[in-house]
């Protein structure tokens, strides 16, 4: 098949992480016979610097005709202050919304291997196999925002058109899963939160009657999360929750390096993504992890692109250079020489074949 790939590095590690993504990419293209065309495209704090806007008119006319998007990570100190007006993550933000990428999927799998890395003990990890959707585009994200030198105000809204889309999504996928649905929320105190509720339980009712739903408040779900995570299967939750829920759940793993994500919307075209950020401390060293952006890669061959197979065999490599104690410092195990971002990447390449 022919697929266009919209690149979109960022910044800090973004670049290091994607550059191995890459490699990947077109490997398994290669080997399948597939025809992919990648365009590069400034974004982030790099866009700023050469621009003076996160996301270009150019960059988002590359997302919008490219069948998936690949992205490292944006942010860094010199754009974090509070006094800095043009920010990356404003341009990650409208990006999202532009492409109306409303869900987010963060699986979080326990590679056997690597169930000690945790700061958790193993047996609680061991086996972890669940699976976040995350709403994308609505929530106190995207709410008016007011600010003067004492008052500031961000508005969490939510209509039932929205909450009933992503909770169908989850639910669908629910279904070829365990048949359990998890719906977070803060209905005890919350008028959004009761909304989701109300909406979640009708969407359930008439349309997964064989999906078991069962809702939890989110600071229960905060501590359910490690403290019997093979419970969960999957779970769906607003943006904020689901964002701060998922740095948490990442641990379960042993390192935010290791998750990738999938933002799709109606169509099939998607935004991939590594959940991490983009780690100012440690970019252009070559540690970084790329595990999380390679299998970024792989969500990207199994729901834009529907090469189910070939997700399947990046997902393998990867484990079999987990198996093959290939680690990046955040992972490494006491004493182990640990591997470089570059040789992690090499080290999928060769499992590929
Ligand atoms: C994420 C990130 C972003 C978010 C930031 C960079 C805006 O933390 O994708 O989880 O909060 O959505
Ligand atoms: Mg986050």
């Known amino acids: 098949m022919k697929a266009r790939i919209a690149v979109i590095a960022g ?3 973004g670049p290091e992480v ?15 016979g597939h025809e992919l065309s990648l365009e590069e495209a400034l974004f982030g704090g790099v866009a700023i610097e050469a621009h003076g806007d996160p996301l270009p008119p150019a960059t988002l006319a590359a997302c919008r005709g490219a069948d998936a998007i690949l992205l490292g990570a944006i942010g860094g100190p010199k754009w974090s202050s509070p ?12 990006l999202r919304k532009e492409l109306g990428v409303y ?3 963060r699986p979080v799998t ?9 700061t958790l003990r193993s047996e609680v990890v ?3 196999d669940l699976l976040v959707v995350r709403e994308l585009t609505g929530g106190i994200y995207f709410g008016a925002k007011t600010r003067d030198a004492e008052r500031a105000s961000d508005l969490c809204e939510y209509t039932a058109p929205e909450i009933e889309r992503i909770v169908r999504v989850a639910a669908r996928i629910a279904r070829t899963r365990r048949r359990r649905l998890l719906s977070i929320d803060k209905s005890n105190v919350l008028e959004t939160s009761r909304l989701w509720r109300e909406v979640c339980e009708r969407v359930m009712r008439a349309e997964f009657p064989d999906v078991q739903l069962e809702h939890m408040l989110v600071d229960s779900a905060a501590m359910h999360l490690i403290r019997r995570p093979r419970e969960i299967d999957v779970a769906v939750t607003e943006n904020m929750f689901g964002d701060i829920l998922t740095d948490e759940a990442s641990m379960l793993c042993g390192s935010l390096g290791l998750l990738p994500s999938a933002s799709l919307g109606e169509g099939t075209r998607g935004l991939y993504e590594p959940i991490h950020g983009s780690a100012p401390d440690i970019a252009g060293q070559g540690v970084a992890n790329p595990y999380g952006a390679i299998l970024s890669v792989a969500l990207l061959l199994r729901h834009s692109l529907q090469l189910r197979e070939e997700a399947r ?11 093959d104690g290939i680690r990046t410092p955040d992972i ?3 004493g182990q020489r640990p591997a470089s971002t570059a040789e992690v990447g090499n080290a999928v390449l060769a499992a590929l074949g």
């Open 313 to 323: 065999a990046v997902e393998l490599a990867v484990h079999r250079a987990i198996d």
């Open 103 to 105: 869900a987010n999927l």
């Open 18 to 32: 994607t550059a191995e993504a890459v490699r990947v990419l077109q490997a398994v293209a290669r080997r399948f």
């Open 126 to 128: 061991a086996g972890v």
């Open 110 to 118: 326990v590679h056997p291997a690597l169930a000690g890395v945790s």
């Open 332 to 334: 490494a195990a006491p």
């Open 83 to 94: 006094q800095v007006r043009v920010r990356p993550e404003a341009g990650l933000l409208r």
């Open 11 to 13: 910044d800090g590690i």
